[in-house]
């Protein structure tokens, strides 16, 4: 069975800390990895990871991909109020037909003043 | 760009009742998805369809679950009968070939 595992399940930094998500995965034909942030609505898509050793970067947050320990981490530098949310790990399969994804739990952030 | 656009936001409903919940997702898109995410056991798919023709619906619950995608603008999902272990969000996404899901804001099912 398709796995997906992130932790710490949850995590309550002060504003300013930096923070690594976890996320390993077992999976059956792998394609690509991605990473959401849910707040209090739909999940927002941050990144998606295809290629190992690639840094994908967008302003304070960062990811990479290790596909030869299968997984994935996920930074926040110099953390605010704002990145509180649950951060989604998710693993697109290839179907041969569409990106079907499988979700771990998530981490819950929260970032205090 | 409007999205994805899920009906209802919130649904309550009594034990025995028939729920419908609707999703239009976006324009040019040519797969949908419908997620139901509890605390419990998080984010998980229920069904997708690619080209409105249904793929995959081992993670749909039982029987009493349904899920029809008539054409490429529209589909629903349908629990007949609804039973409080239902209770969860449900959530709608769409993508192009191999893009990131986008996600509709769900339909929050509180079964009483």
């Known amino acids: 069975e398709d796995k997906v595992v992130q932790s710490p399940l949850s995590l309550v930094v002060h504003e300013g800390d930096t923070v690594t998500l976890n996320c390993s995965y077992e999976v059956t034909n792998f394609r690509s990895l991605l990473w959401y942030k849910q707040e209090k609505k739909a999940p927002t898509f941050l990144f998606m990871l295809?290629?190992?050793?690639i840094e994908k970067k967008s302003g304070r947050l960062s990811s990479i991909l290790d596909k030869k320990e299968l997984s994935s981490i996920l930074n926040i530098t110099a953390t605010q109020t704002g990145d509180s949310a649950i951060y989604l790990c998710a693993v697109i399969l290839n179907t041969g037909t569409a990106s079907k994804l499988t979700f771990g739990t998530g981490t819950r952030l929260q970032v205090t003043l | 760009d409007a999205g994805v656009i899920q009906s209802p936001r919130h649904e309550v409903t009594e034990m025995g009742q028939e729920v419908t919940l609707r999703c239009k997702p976006i324009s040019g898109h040519n797969s949908l998805f419908w997620y139901r995410q509890t605390m419990m056991r998080g984010l998980e798919l229920l069904i997708y369809f690619n080209n409105n023709v249904p793929i995959d619906d081992s993670g749909m619950p039982e029987d009493r679950f349904s899920a029809k995608m008539p054409n490429a603008s529209f589909s629903t999902l349908k629990i007949q009968p609804s039973e409080p272990r239902d209770s969860a969000v449900y959530f709608c996404a769409s993508s192009f070939h191999n893009s990131p899901l986008h996600f509709g804001n769900g339909t929050r099912l509180t079964v009483t």
């Open positions: 295809t290629s190992s050793g």
